[in-house]
T-cell receptor, first 117, second 114 residues
Framework: GAVVSQHPSWVICKSGTSVKIECRSLDFQATTMFWYRQFPKQSLMLMAT?????????EQGVEKDKFLINHASLTLSTLTVTSAHPEDSSFYIC?????????????FGPGTRLTVL | AQSVTQLDSQVPVFEEAPVELRCNYSSSVSVYLFWYVQYPNQGLQLLLKYLSGSTLVKGINGFEAEFNKSQTSFHLRKPSVHISDTAEYFC????????????FGTGTRLTIIP
């Protein structure tokens, strides 16, 4: 149980285009999902917290107009990187917190490797 | 604010030898502690967690960790490592009374030498 999937697993796009990444909780409902960014050989940096049915909460320094987050259902959150540029190339990981979890147990997706040319 | 320090960025260990990956945390309130493992190009997998109770926590793949409140540490150990343990290991802390976010350490790269 507690499986989180991400799609696509990797994507290559041209500079200036937009890319959408999906995060799904497959066997549980997640009122809260998190989006992280990981640069090579570095730790995970929280980008935003996504709550079902409401606006995402972005961390300081993360451009909300560039990284659009939608959490339309209890099992799906999407991250859209708009007008992507090479500096947006990174490994994006989502996680989902089960409804009712009191210690923020998060289940992580396998990640999406984004390469912007 | 809470923080996590993983002093060792890289740890090389011979196969079948024991290993300890160090983690220290800083928080003014009670915390929950986690160790995650990340294999190349994959997401994070939970190894073990400390919520309350016994300070010695056993996890998957033969790993265990000990919560030491006085030393604010949560070191990860394995008595005998295998080639398949080669991965990145992250310590993380969460508090219901802090910023309510999972805060990660910078990670330790464990390399098993045949």
């Amino acid at each position: 149980g507690a499986v989180v999937s991400q799609h696509p697993s990797w994507v290559i796009c041209k500079s200036g285009t937009s890319v959408k990444i999906e995060c799904r909780s497959l066997d549980f409902q997640a009122t809260t999902m998190f989006w992280y960014r990981q640069f090579p050989k570095q730790s995970l940096m929280l980008m935003a917290t996504s709550n079902e049915g409401s606006k995402a909460t972005y961390e300081q320094g993360v451009e909300k107009d560039k990284f659009l987050i939608n959490h339309a259902s209890l099992t799906l959150s999407t991250l859209t990187v708009t007008s992507a540029h090479p500096e947006d190339s990174s490994f994006y990981i989502c996680s989902a917190r089960a409804s009712g979890s009191h210690y923020n147990e998060q289940f992580f997706g396998p990640g999406t490797r984004l390469t912007v040319l | 604010a809470q923080s996590v320090t993983q002093l060792d960025s890289q740890v090389p260990v011979f196969e079948e030898a024991p290993v300890e990956l160090r983690c220290n945390y800083s928080s003014s309130v009670s915390v929950y502690l986690f160790w995650y493992v990340q294999y190349p190009n994959q997401g994070l997998q939970l190894l073990l967690k400390y919520l309350s109770g016994s300070t010695l926590v056993k996890g998957i793949n033969g790993f265990e960790a000990e919560f030491n409140k006085s030393q604010t540490s949560f070191h990860l150990r394995k008595p005998s490592v295998h080639i398949s343990d080669t991965a990145e290991y992250f310590c993380a802390v969460y508090s219901n009374f802090g910023n309510e976010k999972l805060t990660f350490g910078t990670g330790t790269r464990l390399t098993i030498i045949p």
